[in-house]
């Protein structure tokens, strides 16, 4: 007998729990003709039991069939297996089995944890139905019986398990099944349920809710790519998302995000619950209670509101509780935190007394603040204090530069911010700045607008005095100034520093921008803040912090290209290659594209540019140097490369050709997010005094500097000096460069033609 399971995973009618419990019931009634023919209906003491996954009927498209034969005495049942298991393979399907006694199979769960949870959702599909009820039982009394040892080692085995998948609600591409706040986490707390009640019955909803929405997209997932795949990789999402009639993968992936921070939150609280229990009363931390400010004490090693304080009548109360708990790096008691959510109003306008100080003291508590905060989001507080963050919350940033969803960024950011508290001279500006720059991510238009209109009132709510208002909105405003222009602009250019110091105005500020930039930078993800970064950041502010206490722009610069030496080495003539750790000079006779030629040897090499500098002389000699990173190798080839400089330099390099092969056989390969163009130029003649900087923006690849840099060669333009850098799956380079005559190019049709020719080179030769 065959399986026809083509009309139930073409029916777009059921989705989620409903089409997995009709999958089941599907493969029940097989199995069971199946069983019944192999046995010519002589079931006695012998049953078709199903356990794990397919014993709670939740079976998904591509799940094991996980299965048990169980006899309760001695026959041969070999034969019957066969009749049975065989079919299962001839279809294809993922087949867990066993043949064993009820004995048997409760001696292998007594000490096997994933036999003991695989048997705790068995489930009768065909047979003697009182064989399957005394496994169940037998299973059940001794999952139970062993609770403490067990609920140990399914403890640690949850922590093992997050640290090894990681984030569902900020991973790019999510493991829904085994990440932290995946379906694995809800079975986990039903295990831990079946041996003693811990969970909270809001919490059992809760839980309901969130997993409902990641088997959705697990069942969707599964459909789609016909793979067993748990995770919900980029090039998925749009077809999971349009199968369960989402608007977009960012709605979806929102969803998930939002799903699984409440399976992960109450997983932790659960949890920690669990263990303070396992430990008994004497292992906690200390049964003395040690009273705090504010009608809050530390019990514990938790904190609790006193039992005489009423949440309804203090709205401070939450801010002062969330900030006891992250000062004292510790959580809050959840019967308290569930007094709070049942009562405490939301903060007036204006906030009441000693409110914007719990706030501060919340907010610098440092990276303990993030856990507390989450705890109040959970439970519906943290809008009761900040209703603007709604729009943000579990908001995505689907690409590979930003590691966290918008709200966790800010929180992430602010932890960061407190950090660098004893850099500023208003800390208590600086943790509100971090705290709300983003925020207008969750509105419409430019986020950076939208997050100075948003910031001004929330501060005003706050009671923050006009000045300070102002500071913090401009902090706002201007936070990408300092690393935009720090990896985009000359920094030996007069005109670069004298733009920063008029747009920030004050030391005050720039000492905010500067420990936001870090702050930020460091939140955003592993590629967005380094040693090579942070050095350019630190030049700026150092100029900049010169030129608002007075000093001549053109008396900060301290220009080290090109030095006195490099000079005279290059009027000595000839060429040259001179190199160390990370950084190439080339010394040559000046001619067109020489930048481009360069920079495409060491792309065929593997390394990147991060930034390249261009000098000329009257006299017809160039002097370009590159300071690069190789991403694989510890140590550069530049013996290798200078060979192929040589030949390049000589014609006799088809350096073309030759990256086209490369990319072909190693550009990268995973899904491009679908938000990033292909590219975009733009100009700005207002940067320098002396040269027009042409911004690029494009997908990152193999040659992308050489096929830029050969397009404005192409034009007779003279780059004079380049940034480049790589934010996730992008490059956003920027060319210093004059034109043949050494001028600015200025006219509308000139600047036309060149980013024609850019987006028609990044186009044409992208592979």
């Excluded at 059940?140 to 062993?146: D, I, L, N, P, Y």
């Excluded at 201007?478 to 990896?487: I, K």
């Excluded at 490099?566 to 080339?586: H, K, M, S, W």
């Amino acid at each position: 007998m065959s399986l026809e399971r083509g009309p139930l995973l073409a029916d777009d009618s059921l989705s989620g729990a409903a089409w997995c419990r009709a999958h089941s019931h599907l493969i029940d009634e097989w199995l069971a003709d199946l069983f019944e023919r192999a046995t010519s209906r002589e079931m006695d003491g012998l049953a078709l039991v199903a356990i794990g996954g397919y014993g709670r009927s939740e079976l998904c498209p591509q799940s094991d069939i996980d299965v048990m034969l169980v006899h309760s005495r001695k026959r041969d049942v070999a034969t019957i297996a066969d009749h049975v298991w065989y079919p299962i393979w001839d279809e294809g399907l993922h087949l867990g089995h066993s043949v064993c006694t009820v004995r048997e199979a409760l001696g292998l769960a007594s000490d096997d944890l994933d036999t003991a949870t695989a048997l705790l959702n068995s489930r009768h599909v065909a047979g003697d139905p009182e064989v399957t009820a005394s496994l169940a039982s037998g299973a059940t009394g001794q999952w139970e019986k062993r609770s403490k040892s067990w609920l140990t080692e399914l403890g640690a085995r949850v922590e093992l398990r997050h640290e090894r998948a990681g984030e569902v609600a900020f991973r790019l591409e999510p493991d829904l099944k085994e990440g932290r706040g995946g379906l694995r986490d809800v079975h986990s707390l039903r295990w831990a349920q079946a041996a003693r009640r811990i969970l909270l019955d809001h919490d059992e909803s809760s839980l309901d809710a969130a997993y409902a929405v990641l088997l959705d997209a697990r069942v969707e997932l599964q459909r789609h790519t016909g793979r067993s795949s748990n995770v919900l990789v980029l090039q998925d999402q749009d077809a999971v998302a349009a199968a369960l009639g989402v608007a977009n993968a960012d709605v979806l992936m929102s969803q998930v995000a939002e799903a699984a921070r409440a399976i992960a939150w109450r997983s932790d609280d659960t949890w920690r619950r669990i263990r303070s229990a396992l430990r008994g009363p004497l292992g906690r931390v200390s049964r003395h209670t040690r009273s705090l400010e504010g009608g809050v004490q530390m019990r514990d090693g938790e904190v609790h509101l006193d039992n005489g304080t009423d949440p309804a009548a203090d709205a401070a109360l939450v801010l002062r509780t969330a900030a006891a708990a992250a000062t004292n790096r510790t959580v809050i008691d959840r019967q308290s935190l569930e007094r709070l959510a049942a009562s405490a109003p939301a903060l007036p306008d204006p906030w009441p007394p000693g409110a914007r100080d719990a706030f501060v003291e919340l907010l610098l508590a440092g990276p303990p603040a993030v856990a507390v905060i989450e705890a109040l989001d959970q439970r519906g507080l943290w809008t009761r204090v900040l209703p603007e963050w709604l729009p943000v919350r579990a908001r995505p940033q689907r690409n590979a530069y930003h590691r966290y969803t918008v709200d966790r960024h800010l929180l992430e950011t602010t932890a960061n911010a407190a950090r660098l508290a004893s850099r500023v001279g208003r800390p208590d500006l600086l943790v509100i700045a971090s705290l709300l720059h983003d925020l207008g991510k969750g509105y419409d238009g430019d986020h950076t607008t939208a997050g100075m209109g948003l910031a001004a009132p929330i501060c005003a709510r706050m009671g923050l005095p006009a000045d300070d208002i102002a500071t913090v909105v401009a902090v706002i405003e201007h936070h990408l100034l300092l690393p935009d222009v720090a990896t985009r602009r000359d920094l030996d250019d007069p005109t670069t520093i004298e733009r920063v110091a008029a747009a920030v105005g004050s030391v005050e500020r720039l000492e905010l921008l500067a420990a936001l930039t870090e702050a930020d930078s460091t939140a955003t993800g592993p590629t967005a803040w380094g040693p090579w970064k942070a050095g350019l950041v630190d030049q700026l502010v150092e100029r900049v912090t010169q030129v608002l206490a007075g000093a001549d722009p053109r008396g900060v610069i301290r220009e080290s290209f090109p030095s006195a030496e490099q000079l005279a080495r290059l009027a000595a003539g000839g060429r040259r290659f001179e190199t160390n750790a990370d950084c190439l000079t080339v010394m040559a006779d000046d001619r067109p594209g020489l930048f481009s030629r360069v920079a495409g040897v060491l792309a065929l090499h593997g390394l990147d540019v991060l930034r390249a500098a261009a000098y000329s002389t009257d006299e017809g000699r160039a002097l370009e140097e590159f300071h690069v990173v190789d991403p694989v190798r510890d140590e550069v080839p530049w013996e290798r490369i200078n060979a192929d400089l040589e030949r390049v330099l000589l014609g006799r390099l088809a350096i073309n050709a030759r990256l086209a092969e490369r990319a072909r056989t190693y550009d990268r390969t995973r899904p491009r997010a679908p938000s990033i163009t292909r590219g975009t130029v733009h100009f700005d003649n207002e940067a320098s005094a002396t040269a027009t900087v042409i911004d690029v923006q494009a997908t990152d690849g193999i040659g992308v500097l050489f096929r830029i840099t050969r397009a404005l060669a192409e034009l007779d333009l003279d780059i004079r000096s380049a940034k480049v850098q790589t934010l996730g799956e992008q490059v956003v380079d920027a060319f210093y460069v004059r034109d043949s005559s050494g001028e600015k190019i200025t006219d509308p049709h000139q600047l036309g033609e060149i980013e024609r020719a850019v987006l028609h080179s990044l186009a044409t030769d992208a592979t």
